[in-house]
């Protein structure tokens, strides 16, 4: 019995080989950490620098799309078409959520990551959802329209609690 | 700061090494991919999901041919993917029977902005954890990180994964171990 109490708590430490900085062609033992080239770091944030110029442009874009994909949505009944395009909602909200997130733009990060988890959770097909889904769009084109990045200040804090409000009476 | 140039030593040559990128949003796979070729890896499998990574990971493990060359040699994963999350995919990896698997370091990066996400990756098993918006420096202290601290792994009747305790702190609470330092066993991993 002490055995097999021993053998459920038994904890084992595997001691780890610098294998990759042998594979890199690098001392194993060496005390001091590497580092990567500075050029290249410099060459990496140009890159994200690129990408983020094209923020507002992809999520104006992202926008239409949701605007688009909610306006066929809302009015649809129960069934197979109305689930696609909850789903194809949940991937675009993640998109805006995850490109605002990397270029500041952190409120619009905000209500994107708070509708994707709404219809990634809810039943489909409720009332609540008209009211909820809707309330999240208008926040999401204020925020965008207005050029709002920080989730901080009087009207982002005006959005998070119309939207909650919303959330919190019809779920 | 490790990553900074010492003018006494190269950088870190990577050519030889291969990178998993598991990330389903394409604007953020491309960025992440042009990153890391930025940083000189020489090989990088990127996919959108967990299920894509580990079919990738199956491949790359059938095709190895030395025992000490694996095909894949850090992951670097997002966090929430439709169609295979993180979660699933570090799951699989620390699951996995071979050793070329399951003790393969595996960066997170995520856009939660929540301290819950960075402690539930680490006990999931991640090595390191990476939060939205990532800048060149932070992705390479993470790979500079998982090169120059292999960290001992734990296998715990309820945990398999990189030692989570990094500091060496004092404690003065009750010590409510179960077992002692002396009990652990240790082993020889990767």
Not at chain 1, 36 to 64: F, S, T, V, W, Y
Not at chain 1, 150 to 160: I, Q, R, T
Not at chain 2, 93 to 108: C, N, T, Y
Not at chain 2, 138 to 163: E, N, Q, T, W
């Amino acid at each position: 019995m002490a055995d097999e109490e021993n053998e459920t708590n038994r904890v084992e430490m595997f001691e780890m080989s610098h294998r990759l900085r042998m594979k890199i062609g690098c001392d194993p033992k060496a005390e001091e950490e590497g580092f990567l080239n500075p050029e290249a770091l410099e060459e990496a944030d140009a890159l994200i620098e690129e990408l983020c110029k094209e923020c507002p442009a992809a999520i104006a874009g992202h926008l239409e799309t949701l605007a688009d994909l909610w306006g066929r949505m809302r009015d649809m009944g129960d069934g197979p078409e109305r689930t696609e395009l909850a789903g194809d909602i949940f991937t675009t909200s993640h998109e805006i959520k995850d490109f605002g997130a990397m270029c500041g733009y952190d409120l619009v990060a905000h209500f994107a990551e708070s509708l994707r988890d709404y219809i990634g959770q809810t039943e489909l097909n409720l009332t609540a959802q008209r009211v909820i889904i809707q309330a999240h769009l208008d926040a999401m084109q204020t925020v965008h329209r207005a050029g709002l990045k920080d989730d901080a200040g009087p009207v982002a804090e005006e959005l998070k609690k119309a939207v909650k409000i919303a959330i919190d009476k019809y779920r | 700061m490790s990553i900074f140039q010492r003018e006494d030593r190269s950088p870190y040559d990577l050519s030889n090494i291969t990178i998993l990128l598991a990330e389903d949003s394409q604007y953020m796979q491309t960025l992440f991919a042009a990153m890391l070729k930025a940083f000189g890896v020489g090989e990088i499998l990127a996919c959108a999901n967990a299920k894509e990574a580990t079919d990738l990971l199956t491949v790359t493990q059938a095709r190895r041919t030395s025992r000490y060359v694996t095909d894949t040699d850090i992951i670097v994963t997002d966090w929430l993917m439709p169609g295979g999350s993180g979660q699933e995919l570090i799951q699989w990896v620390r699951g996995h029977e071979s050793d070329d698997v399951r003790f393969l370091p595996i960066v997170v990066v995520s856009a939660y902005t929540t301290e819950l996400v960075a402690s539930q990756a680490r006990d999931y098993g991640a090595n390191e954890v990476l939060v939205k918006p990532v800048s060149g420096t932070s992705l390479a202290s993470r790979i500079c990180s998982v090169i120059d601290h292999p960290r001992p792994f734990i296998k715990a009747p309820r945990f398999f994964g990189p030692d989570r305790r990094r500091q060496d702190m004092e404690f003065r609470g009750e010590d409510r171990r179960r077992m002692k330092a002396e009990e652990i066993e240790v082993q020889h991993g990767r």
